[in-house]
């Protein structure tokens, strides 16, 4: 008899992806606000929202083309997602105006690099949503995207600007997405919503934001003693 076979593997404790506070959210916001008026900051300030509006990934929002941009600026389509598989991602009204002012910003930089007035439509909608202004080379749009060190630091940087100062010490983009899905699971109650919004191809990844902590427990069971008795 194998006795290994008896041993259980140790459980572990699964832990709910950490977000951001309302208030946290407010000083990251406020900071992005006062950056300034040239291209850098107010792609800061649009990369900033994109990540707390839209839930999307790093990598997913480095990747993204202009051409991807839905006619009407309401859905960015076939976003390809960590499981190969790709979704549709929605731009609420406030995203929007924001992502406005970013393009013309963005349309007004690109009229200055060299031989970009030149091209044609379809070659523009090539071209990186979110560009970068160092090491591009006309003839390969994919060189405009920018470096994932740089898209880090852009929102490391706001969180060490916010008042909240220990923001920036834990602050990267995959914190905004747990904080848009914290969000989104507060509000819709629908954990399958949740997983789509999220791109998760197994809804079982999602439930992680389901899990409560013990203050939570402790104040569900006084509330229901109080009501119930």
Do not use: C
């Given at each position: 008899?194998?006795?290994?076979?008896?041993?259980?593997?140790?459980?572990?404790?699964?832990?709910?992806?950490?977000?951001?506070?309302?208030?946290?959210?407010?000083?990251?916001?406020?900071?992005?606000?006062?950056?300034?008026?040239?291209?850098?900051?107010?792609?800061?300030?649009?990369?900033?929202?994109?990540?707390?509006?839209?839930?999307?990934?790093?990598?997913?929002?480095?990747?993204?083309?202009?051409?991807?941009?839905?006619?009407?600026?309401?859905?960015?389509?076939?976003?390809?997602?960590?499981?190969?598989?790709?979704?549709?991602?929605?731009?609420?009204?406030?995203?929007?105006?924001?992502?406005?002012?970013?393009?013309?910003?963005?349309?007004?930089y690109l009229r200055h690099v060299e031989g970009y007035p030149e091209?044609?439509?379809?070659?523009?909608?090539?071209?990186?949503?979110?560009?970068?202004?160092?090491?591009?080379?006309?003839?390969?749009?994919?060189?405009?995207?920018?470096?994932?060190?740089?898209?880090?630091?852009?929102?490391?940087?706001?969180?060490?600007?916010?008042?909240?100062?220990?923001?920036?010490?834990?602050?990267?983009?995959?914190?905004?997405?747990?904080?848009?899905?914290?969000?989104?699971?507060?509000?819709?109650?629908?954990?399958?919503?949740?997983?789509?919004?999220?791109?998760?191809?197994?809804?079982?990844?999602?439930?992680?934001?389901?899990?409560?902590?013990?203050?939570?427990?402790?104040?569900?069971?006084?509330?229901?003693?109080?009501?119930?008795?």
């Amino acid at each position: 008899i194998n006795q290994a076979r008896e041993v259980k593997s140790p459980s572990l404790q699964i832990t709910r992806p950490k977000g951001l506070s309302n208030e946290g959210i407010g000083y990251l916001r406020e900071v992005a606000h006062n950056l300034g008026e040239d291209f850098v900051s107010i792609r800061s300030q649009f990369v900033l929202e994109l990540f707390l509006r839209t839930g999307l990934r790093a990598d997913e929002v480095r990747n993204l083309i202009l051409s991807q941009l839905e006619a009407g600026n309401e859905w960015i389509r076939n976003v390809r997602t960590k499981g190969k598989k790709f979704r549709s991602v929605y731009i609420d009204s406030e995203l929007r105006i924001i992502l406005i002012t970013y393009l013309k910003a963005r349309d007004l930089y690109l009229r200055h690099v060299e031989g970009y007035p030149e091209l044609k439509d379809p070659d523009r909608l090539k071209f990186p949503l979110i560009v970068s202004k160092k090491g591009g080379k006309i003839t390969d749009p994919k060189t405009f995207a920018l470096n994932p060190k740089t898209l880090w630091k852009l929102i490391y940087d706001i969180g060490l600007k916010a008042k909240e100062s220990h923001l920036g010490a834990d602050l990267h983009p995959h914190r905004l997405r747990h904080t848009f899905a914290h969000g989104l699971l507060d509000s819709s109650k629908d954990i399958r919503l949740v997983a789509q919004a999220l791109g998760h191809s197994d809804v079982r990844t999602t439930m992680r934001y389901t899990e409560r902590t013990e203050d939570e427990i402790r104040d569900a069971i006084d509330q229901k003693v109080e009501k119930f008795g």
